[in-house]
């Protein structure tokens, strides 16, 4: 129990772990794009700003000539080139800080250069300057020389710095809250794989209960009760099939066996007394010694022919003989050969339509002879002919597949009763004036076997003018 659970535990874990494996592996991929992209937009769209917010600096120093004192923060009008997140310092001509940012910007000896250059519009930008806690971008822009022709020194430089680090805290941010949906969307995805898998396996659970209640118990007519349509559903009534057939077939050997034991009793009691009777042969007289003897052969033969039907019931049931392409007309002749030698009686074959099918010659074969033998038996002392008669359709059906053939023998006996008729087929079953005749009864169960195997059925039916019509059909094989 602890095993099967175990199994059953992992097939639920399989699927619960593939389930959430998928979704990570979806759910990561769509979240490292979907971050990237948005990541990639959020830093192009700053710097474009930026580059904007230097690219108007430069054009306004270059066609204005501007001082260090028009970008004083406490001068009006200027405050255009602050704009959101964007810090702004002054140096002057000799690169010293004028007025300061908030907070303020380092200077480098770069700036300084800058700051004295006689050209206007000239700058030198920074990436990813620490500044305090935070980090910036910086572009330092030079604001020209004193005559505005390139001569003379430079009147300073604005520097322009934009913060980045709240840029990335956003994006840290979103990063956190991506790798949590990523999480989340797993987490789900494994407790949904586990309920699918535990849904799924529900049904595999009472096909595996089953199989183990049998395995068990050894009784095979249990109930399986799995629905539906899909392949489980599929497996749990091909399983439900398969147990019934092999509950069927073990109840026909244990009917056979037990059926077997009883008509065996009959002949080997007789054998045991007249065993015993041979211990004082000596003191029987001549004549009651030579019945004693036949009746010992007699005995042994249908004791021999009992267990020999026994094997060829048995046989027929295995299905072993391999179906082949055959003329029921041919093995009709050879029947008809073999019984006139045996019985010396005459038998006609009689053939209309199509007789060809595929099946096993052997057994039918078995089963013809049989129904001679039989009609044979019942005949002792007969004139007529016994008949066989072979009867197909006319024509072989399109596609290949031929139509249903009947066999028939016909006799001129006493008959069959009407009583008789429902089971003269089955095991062991003789009638009432059959049973002084020699016989085991399994002759005609024999015929019902080969006939059943063979998509047919068997027959019988009381002959105008007397005696019988006892036959099979085979069924149309493709």
């Known amino acids: 129990m602890v095993l099967r659970r175990a199994g059953l535990a992992s097939l639920r874990t399989t699927f619960a772990v593939s389930f959430a494996a998928v979704a990570a592996g979806v759910t990561v991929l769509v979240g490292f794009l979907s971050y990237d992209a948005a990541a990639r937009l959020v830093r192009v769209d700053q710097q474009s700003a930026f580059a904007e917010v230097v690219e108007d600096l430069q054009d306004e120093v270059r066609h204005n000539r501007m001082t260090p004192q028009d970008f004083s923060s406490s001068e009006p009008g200027h405050d255009i080139v602050r704009p959101s997140r964007t810090d702004v310092q002054v140096l002057g001509p000799a690169g010293e800080v004028v007025d300061g940012g908030s907070p303020a910007l380092p200077v480098t000896a770069e700036d300084r250069r800058i700051a004295v250059s006689p ?119 091909s399983f439900d099939r398969m147990l019934g057939r092999l509950a069927q077939s073990e109840e026909d050997q244990r009917r056979l066996v037990q059926d077997a034991g009883h008509e065996l009793r009959t002949p080997l009691t007789s054998l045991r007394t007249n065993i015993s009777l041979l211990r004082r042969i000596d003191e029987l007289p001549p004549a009651t010694r030579e019945d004693l003897v036949d009746d010992l052969a007699l005995e042994a033969r249908e004791l021999t022919d009992l267990v020999n039907e026994l094997v060829d019931l048995a046989a027929g049931q295995s299905d072993a003989e391999p179906k082949q392409r055959i003329d029921l007309a041919d093995i009709a002749d050879e029947v008809a050969v073999v019984a006139r030698r045996r019985t010396g009686r005459e038998v006609v074959v009689r053939v209309s339509g199509e007789t060809t099918a595929d099946a096993r010659p052997a057994a039918l074969q078995r089963a013809m002879s049989n129904l001679v033998e039989n009609a044979a038996k019942f005949d002792r002392g007969g004139t007529t002919p016994i008949e066989i008669a072979v009867t197909g359709p006319e024509r072989a059906r399109q596609g290949g597949r031929q139509g249903v053939i009947r066999v028939e023998v016909l006799d001129r006996g006493p008959g069959i009763a009407e009583g008789d008729l429902v089971r003269l087929f089955d095991r062991f079953y003789r009638a009432a004036d059959a049973r002084s005749l020699p016989g085991s009864g399994l002759g005609l169960s024999i015929v019902r076997e080969v006939a059943i195997a063979h998509g047919g059925a068997p027959f019988a039916n009381r002959r105008d003018g007397g005696g019988a019509v006892i036959g099979f059909t085979v069924g149309g094989q493709g």
């Open 119 to 237: 050209v206007a519009g000239l700058a030198v930008q920074h990436k990813d300057v620490d500044v305090g806690h935070d980090v910036y971008r910086i572009a330092t822009v030079s604001l020209g020389g004193e005559r505005g022709d390139g001569q003379g020194a430079g009147r300073g430089a604005v520097q322009v710095a934009q913060e980045f680090s709240d840029t990335e805290d956003l994006l840290r941010e979103l990063q956190q809250r991506t790798i949590l949906l990523v999480v989340a969307v797993v987490v789900a995805a494994g407790l949904f794989g586990w309920w699918l898998a535990r849904r799924i396996t529900h049904r595999l659970r009472i096909l595996a209960s089953a199989a183990e209640d049998v395995a068990r118990t050894r009784r095979l007519g249990i109930q399986v009760p799995v629905t539906g349509a899909d392949e489980v559903g599929r497996l749990g009534r």
